[in-house]
T-cell receptor
Framework: DAGVIQSPRHEVTEMGQEVTLRCKPISGHNSLFWYRQTMMRGLELLIYFNNNVPIDDSGMPEDRFSAKMPNASFSTLKIQPSEPRDSAVYFC????????????FGDGTRLSIL | AQSVTQLGSHVSVSEGALVLLRCNYSSSVPPYLFWYVQYPNQGLQLLLKYTSAATLVKGINGFEAEFKKSETSFHLTKPSAHMSDAAEYFCAVSDQVGGADGLTFGKGTHLIIQP
């Protein structure tokens, strides 16, 4: 079975550029999560969706960050404009919409903003 | 608000020795608890989860964890360490009753296996 698929795996871009990260959840999962991992702050929840609807975006750091889920099989996380402090590994995870269900993680996108 | 504390950012054990990784949580309602493992340049892989069915939970790769409500702990153990166990381990909590909720992670523990 295909797991959570993220693209690109690596992204290097200059400050001020728009960055778009993509995620395809596991088929049949109806909850999708975006996390950010840094050395200083560890793993942080940015936003999550249930049935394509954003439920909690309180972890989104600034208005420069936005996320969408136009359908059950695709989500994007966009940063515009990007800044060096956005450099991190961004993970997407999916699960069934039920308490206690484990989240399945993609391999992440390593983002470097120069 | 919920939180997770992992005691020890680095733990070193000899191959064949007992592995003990500590996790304490804070939650206002009965929690769901998880242990994940992360290998370099990879995502997180679920080791095991506690969802109130049994306090001793067995996971993959010979790991297990015991939920102790009185101590608000969910420590991860493995009787005999293997070189392949070297990785980063994360404890996580979710306290949403009903639907899925985002996870709150501990800072992680880097497990080092000495030959």
């Amino acid at each position: 079975d295909a797991g959570v698929i993220q693209s690109p795996r690596h992204e290097v871009t200059e400050m001020g550029q728009e960055v778009t990260l993509r995620c395809k959840p596991i088929s049949g999962h109806n909850s999708l999560f975006w996390y950010r991992q840094t050395m200083m702050r560890g793993l942080e929840l940015l936003i999550y969706f249930n049935n394509n609807v954003p439920i909690d975006d309180s972890g989104m750091p600034e208005d420069r960050f936005s996320a969408k889920m136009p359908n059950a099989s695709f989500s994007t996380l966009k940063i515009q404009p990007s800044e060096p402090r956005d450099s991190a590994v961004y993970f997407c995870a999916s699960s069934l919409w039920q308490g206690g269900q484990p989240q399945h993680f993609g391999d992440g996108t390593r983002l470097s903003i120069l | 608000a919920q939180s997770v504390t992992q005691l020890g950012s680095h733990v070193s054990v000899s191959e064949g020795a007992l592995v003990l990784l500590r996790c304490n949580y804070s939650s206002s309602v009965p929690p769901y608890l998880f242990w994940y493992v992360q290998y370099p340049n990879q995502g997180l892989q679920l080791l095991l989860k506690y969802t109130s069915a049994a306090t001793l939970v067995k996971g993959i790769n010979g790991f297990e964890a015991e939920f102790k409500k009185s101590e608000t702990s969910f420590h991860l153990t493995k009787p005999s360490a293997h070189m392949s166990d070297a990785a980063e381990y994360f404890c996580a909590v979710s306290d949403q009753v009903g639907g899925a909720d985002g996870l709150t992670f501990g800072k992680g523990t880097h497990l080092i296996i000495q030959p």
